[in-house]
């Protein structure tokens, strides 16, 4: 069923809420675009500082009530919910701590899991967020994130057992992966826009009028 033109979300009652101007070009986020792609009214005019941020089609109608007003229907925007660039933003602890808002410390999220320990290009360290509000159906009692930039390291160590789970790996191992662990291998449907680059410097597509 399409979502729209206008979407009212409630959340629960959890010890985090807030929210951040991401569309309003005084501090426009990179993931700004993101605003039009969902086709939430007014963000292409106030990205291009053609109306003020207050005209954006967002409202809180009360603290747990958030209301969503959008261009036109967008049966997918409910799913677009779901992306990091929409996540809240807590507003009083960005205002205090600046660029390190994001440090271990001062982090605020409102997640099953908490951070714990960053080091830069090597690890990430979460732990369970006992303010969650399903924190006592948490399992895991520790997570790590460790970067690893080629594919094909995170595929061997993957195999080897040293990481528990990897989001890529080399395309030409595709089909080898699917025929030796085709229980572990997970490729989900992602939206996505594709086209079709004609090269008009050789026949037939040279001419565009015969073509």
Do not use: C
Not at 40 to 59: C, F, M, R, S, T
Not at 60 to 68: C, S
Not at 133 to 143: I, S
């Amino acid at each position: 069923m399409p979502a729209g033109p206008t979407v009212t979300l409630s959340r629960r009652k959890t010890s985090f809420i807030a929210g951040n101007g991401w569309s309003d070009p005084k501090s426009l986020s990179p993931f700004a675009w993101f605003a039009q792609l969902a086709g939430i009214q007014n963000a292409e005019e106030i990205i291009a500082g053609k109306l003020p941020i207050d005209k954006l089609g967002v409202v809180a109608v009360d603290d747990h009530t958030l209301k969503v007003q959008l261009n036109k229907p967008v049966p997918y925007f409910v799913s677009l919910t779901a992306n990091f660039s929409l996540f809240p933003v807590p507003k009083a602890v960005v205002e205090q701590y600046g660029n390190d808002w994001t440090k271990v410390g001062n982090l605020v999220g409102n997640g099953a899991f908490k951070l714990q320990e960053r080091v830069v290009n090597e690890k990430l360290v979460l732990v369970p967020n006992n303010h969650y509000w399903d924190h006592k159906h948490t399992v895991l009692t520790k997570v790590t994130f460790v970067p690893i930039n080629q594919e094909s390291n995170a595929t061997k160590r993957y195999q080897a057992g040293d990481i528990d789970i990897t989001e890529s790996f080399p395309k030409n191992m595709y089909q080898k992966l699917l025929k030796d662990i085709p229980d572990q291998v997970y490729t989900p449907d992602q939206l996505g826009t594709y086209y079709y680059a004609f090269n008009t410097q050789r026949a037939p597509t040279n001419d565009v009028r015969g073509a």
